[in-house]
């Protein structure tokens, strides 16, 4: 093996050295914050079928707590929860000091222009009245210009 051939190796490991911390550093979390367990397992299973790494939390403060940990990526939080709603807990997740802020989207039954409104005052990205499917919420994640794999 000549010196040509060797370089060539170490450029191919490097590359390939490259696309594997990519993708580790790559590893997108979704943080579910829903009361029902029934609709955390339903956008968890679509958050996993976007390639993002499921966290959940039963109300906004357990959210909030979660966020304190490890900020996730996007957050899917519904209006009406016991402890802390929705709005409450997108208010105080975005005063915590954070490098990424996550893309927050409210995924609630409450569709009225004075509630989007409110959430969106509350701090945010977007909206998405339940049911919704995979293909209503990729969308939506596509319109913020959140990574899909």
């Not at 968890?44 to 707590?65: F, M, N, P, Q």
């Amino acid at each position: 093996m000549d010196e040509s051939d060797t370089d060539a190796i170490v450029r191919a490991a490097k590359a390939m050295r490259d696309v594997h911390e990519t993708r580790a550093a790559r590893e997108r979390t979704c943080l579910i914050v829903d009361d029902s367990r029934v609709i955390r397992k339903v956008a968890a299973k679509i958050a996993l079928s976007l390639g993002y790494r499921v966290i959940e939390a039963e109300d906004g403060a357990e959210g909030l707590a979660r966020c304190k940990q490890a900020m996730p990526d996007l957050v899917l939080t519904d209006w009406q929860m016991p402890v802390m709603s929705g709005p409450e807990f997108v208010s105080e997740l975005r005063k915590l000091p954070t490098t990424h802020a996550p893309t927050v989207v409210f995924c609630t039954s409450k569709g009225e222009a004075t509630d989007i409104h409110e959430g969106i005052s509350a701090g945010a990205d977007d909206y998405i009245t339940k049911p919704f499917d995979e293909a209503a919420l990729a969308a939506k994640l596509e319109k913020l210009g959140v990574e899909q794999d």
